[in-house]
């Protein structure tokens, strides 16, 4: 266990592969659910949330089931029925155990479901041996899985106060709505594109 | 609606990405080439035509509570085989297209078609409509990765254009291959789409 893996992963997952401005994970609520700040942290702490369980879960499930049985073929599958199971079922625990959470989270549950970003990071936790020179372990693949929420919250928040204040601004006829929501991430991708000439390792 | 609408409206019309804004995430991350956006496009019409097929057939016996499930578990067993197959044919193509292929089971247009559509018309109508929705996904691909594909690289499916032509020294802007390019091209090509609606709003207001 090295700790430095763990800074590594945490620039790495929150700046210079951001999940949704260098990776391209998760832009259908990026652009949907990026219209007022309130909700954009709701969406944000409601990803972080299931990001990490995922992580967690699909990660015990490939080293225990997956892998000691051959059955690698099976993971695409495998993963988006756990993370499907787990997101409904944190939705009933919430609903019935904690009520007021639900009402701030559980409006943007079901939405995370056919989030890509959820099970991009649960594929990149078992895939991605490039970052570190070797495969994630289980405290590794935890904690990617929770920095990239934080990176993917980032990147939500960033765009919600920016849409606020397009509300108010002069756009043309033609570019109102989402082209200029496009735009205007695209700047911001080109500001996090500055974090990639970092050498973290 | 006839079966030759049925076919072509996902062309243009409802286009799954321009117009329902659908499928964002591959249409953005893997539209570096043409070669890539094609790839993908025709990859994501095999998973679409081979889950619409399915959860037609099977419409009348998918309990309506537990259907999305379901429909999930179709899908990504058509994910596998096509990332199988890739994997197996055309090893290249899966290796630049990586970690989407396995997210084509997120894709919202192969769940949004299987609920809105296969669920309920008939198997050769949910066919069409598959292989027409799937056309319209990998048309929008190949549009938004010939505009990256020739303003970061100046080629077009590899071959560069401006070297044919014998003008030397262009050198594409790299930014359009990098993240940012992919938002700007689809940030100007849908508010191009806009600007054409509100035109064509005040010709036939004018008239």
Partial sequence: MDFSHLIVIAVSSIFINNFVLGRFLGICPFIGVSKKLDSALGMGMAVIFVMTLASTVTFLIQTYVLVPFELEYLRTIAFILVIASLVQFIEMFMKKNMPSLYQSLGVFLPLITTNCAVLGVAILNIDDIALIGQHFNFIESVWNGFTAGIGFTIALLLMAGIRERLELADVPESLKGTPITFISASLIAVAFLGFSGMSIM | ?207
């Fill in chain 2, 1 to 207: 609606m006839n079966k030759l609408q049925n076919f072509t409206k996902g062309f243009f019309k409802e286009n799954p990405v321009l117009i329902l804004a659908l499928g964002l995430c591959p249409a953005l991350a893997v539209t570096t080439s043409i070669e890539n956006g094609l790839g993908m496009g025709m990859a994501t019409t095999a998973v679409l035509i081979g889950s619409s097929t399915i959860i037609s057939m099977l419409k009348k016996f998918i309990p309506g509570n537990i259907r999305i499930p379901i429909f999930i578990i179709i899908i990504a067993t058509f994910v596998t085989a096509i990332d199988l197959t890739l994997q197996a044919f055309i090893p290249s193509l899966s290796e630049s297209l990586g970690l989407f292929i396995p997210l084509i089971v997120v894709n919202c247009i192969i769940l949004g078609r299987a609920e809105a559509f296969a669920s309920k018309k008939s198997v050769l109508n949910s066919m069409i409509d598959a292989l027409g929705m799937g056309i319209g996904f990998t048309i929008a691909l190949v549009l938004i990765s010939a505009v990256r594909e020739f303003a970061g690289t100046g080629a077009l499916y590899g071959y560069p254009l401006f070297q044919l032509m014998g003008i030397e020294g262009f050198k594409g802007s790299i930014m359009m291959i990098l993240p940012p390019g992919g938002f700007l091209t689809m940030g100007l090509i849908l508010g191009f789409m806009q600007w054409n609606k509100i035109r064509k709003a005040k010709n036939t207001g004018g008239k």
